[in-house]
């Protein structure tokens, strides 16, 4: 798939710094590996360096110090179209192209890559089902949608050329919280299927321990630890234990595999 290298860590960073060019530095000395097929969360506050870091995945930004590599090759040797194609990303404002149909704002990047327009027709279909979306729906304008139907079409595009990498920065942050309890069960479900390699940004703690398979906590714009969910609940770092703290009333009304959140 995409001539992937199935060899050693999907996403490294070593040693990253990120500097404005005040000097002000949004990342310091980071050291990060993501896994093949797993779902990364960043964890932390706004300004910890949270979407800095997912920036740098796709060149977006480049980094001041540092070597980072992705599918095993550095950053400066990919072709950053290339590196692009490969990349699904995925917004909490989802940025559909207002005056694109549905299928049109699914069926970009396929165009781009040239595909012939039946296939781009079956893949919209076939993703318009996998995230949960009537067929009909295809033919609309994302004015026409619901808050939660934009951020599945917004999902479906991310998925549309079957990238290896997702990149998702609060995509389901500005939506009510039933409807994030909704997609995010729907993103657990399809990734059990589809397996990506996931760098997942999140402030909010709940939604990190039941979607990610590790989470890394930055503050400050460096790396406090890295933890499987259960891990992460029970460190003894004094920042992770001031994070639990802080949210363990919401963790207590609302445990881990529970469905829709408590009414108050």
């Known amino acids: 798939m995409h001539g992937s290298c199935e060899e050693g860590p999907a996403i490294q960073f070593r040693n990253i710094s990120y500097r404005l060019d005040t000097g002000y530095e949004l990342l310091r000395g ?3 590996e993501v896994q093949r097929g797993e779902t990364l969360v960043l964890l932390g506050r706004s300004g910890s360096g949270k979407t800095t870091t997912l920036k740098l995945i796709n060149r977006l930004l480049t ?8 599918d095993g090759r550095s950053l400066g040797e990919w072709d950053v179209i290339r590196l692009r194609r490969m990349i699904g990303y995925v917004i ?3 940025g559909l192209f207002p005056h694109f149909t549905v299928a049109r ?15 781009i027709q079956q893949r919209v279909r076939e993703l318009l089902q996998l995230v949960g979306l009537e067929p009909q729906l295809a033919s609309r304008y994302p004015r026409e949608l619901s808050g939660g139907q934009r951020q599945r079409v917004g999902v479906a595009r991310a998925l549309a050329a079957d990238p290896p990498f997702l990149l998702m920065d609060e995509p389901f942050g500005a939506l009510d919280p039933i409807t ?3 997609l995010q069960r729907e993103f657990l479900t399809l990734q059990q299927r589809l397996r990506k390699t ?20 930055l503050e400050a714009g460096q790396l406090v630890v890295i933890h499987a969910p259960n891990e992460f609940l029970h460190s003894t770092d004094p920042l992770v234990a001031a994070y639990v703290d802080a949210f363990k009333t919401e963790i207590l009304s609302a445990p881990r595999g529970h469905d829709e959140p408590q009414h108050k």
């Open 105 to 119: 704002n699914i069926g970009v990047v396929p165009q781009i890559e040239q595909w012939p327009a039946d296939r």
């Open 30 to 32: 980071l050291n990060l």
């Open 198 to 217: 996931v760098v997942f940004v999140t402030h909010d703690l709940r939604e990190a321990l039941l979607l990610g398979t590790r989470i890394a906590l």
């Open 63 to 70: 980094q001041s110090e540092g070597d980072m590599q992705v």
């Open 92 to 94: 909490q404002e989802v």
């Open 180 to 182: 994030r309890a909704e």
